[in-house]
């Protein structure tokens, strides 16, 4: 019990490391984004738009398209750590439930170590999309602007197809990145999930046989279309 309740703070000291860690990389990139921002609307305006200006954008672009993309990266990893911790609390509140039966109903959490137990931690639900609120995809946003305005910027400067041209190639850029990146983040997720099975159901009890963690284990087999008839609130309340 000790080295278990040990083990408990450690954890949750490591998912309050990787929220600090996330919290200072985006204050990071966005605070260059912006500080790039006001420094080329200030040569443009000196520059009028001539070579200098084009010399100082293709030399700032590029600079912050390879921090964010160094950002994003990292905000990914830690978005994988901090569900990969939330699990492993998941299991130790599973040996919790086991020690005092009735006192089942004080724990307002249940246990278990899916997908759908690690969003309870959370007060919120599981969704097939839910990594689009993560700080790694706001980071993934501002980077596909980014390499679109760099791609428009270059199209315009190397054969000057006119403004026609110039905003869809940008904005198809743009599209693109931010696609791949969501692919990206989609296979990192997919990935996590198939490194450790679930061991446990959210009554603290062993899953027999394991079952994968994008599996809704908050109810019995039978009461799976059941619970369809409950509002969110309730999938996170009724246990």
């Not at 097939?128 to 760099?150: K, P």
């Not at 054969?159 to 940008?170: H, R």
Request: charged share 15%; net charge negative; with cysteine.
């Amino acid at each position: 019990m000790s080295a278990l309740t040990t083990e408990h703070y450690t954890l949750q000291s490591s998912r309050a490391s990787t929220i600090v860690e996330a919290n200072g990389r985006s204050q990071l990139f966005l605070s260059a984004v912006s500080g790039a921002t006001v420094a080329l609307a200030l040569v443009a305006q000196l520059d009028t738009m001539g070579e200098t200006f084009l010399v100082f954008a293709f030399t700032i672009l590029p600079a912050l398209l390879a921090l964010g993309v160094t950002s994003y990266i990292r905000l990914a990893d830690l978005a994988v750590h901090d569900a990969y911790y939330a699990r492993a609390i998941g299991r130790i509140r599973s040996f919790y439930l086991t020690i005092e039966p009735e006192a089942r109903h004080y724990w307002l959490i249940s246990a278990g170590d899916d997908a759908h137990a690690v969003m309870r931690q959370a007060g919120q639900r599981h969704k097939r999309w839910h990594h689009l609120s993560h700080a790694a995809t706001a980071i993934a946003a501002v980077l596909a602007i980014l390499a679109g305005v760099l791609a428009g910027l270059a199209l315009q400067t190397l054969t000057d197809p006119g403004i026609g041209w110039t905003v869809p190639s940008g904005l198809l850029a743009a599209i693109a990145v931010l696609a791949i990146l969501l692919v990206d983040q989609k296979r990192r997720w997919g990935h996590s999930a198939d490194q450790e099975p679930c061991l446990f159901l959210p009554d603290g009890s062993p899953a027999t046989p394991p079952h994968h963690p994008d599996q809704n284990r908050s109810w019995t087999e039978a009461e799976q279309d059941f619970q369809k008839s409950f509002n969110p609130a309730a999938d996170r309340l009724f246990v």
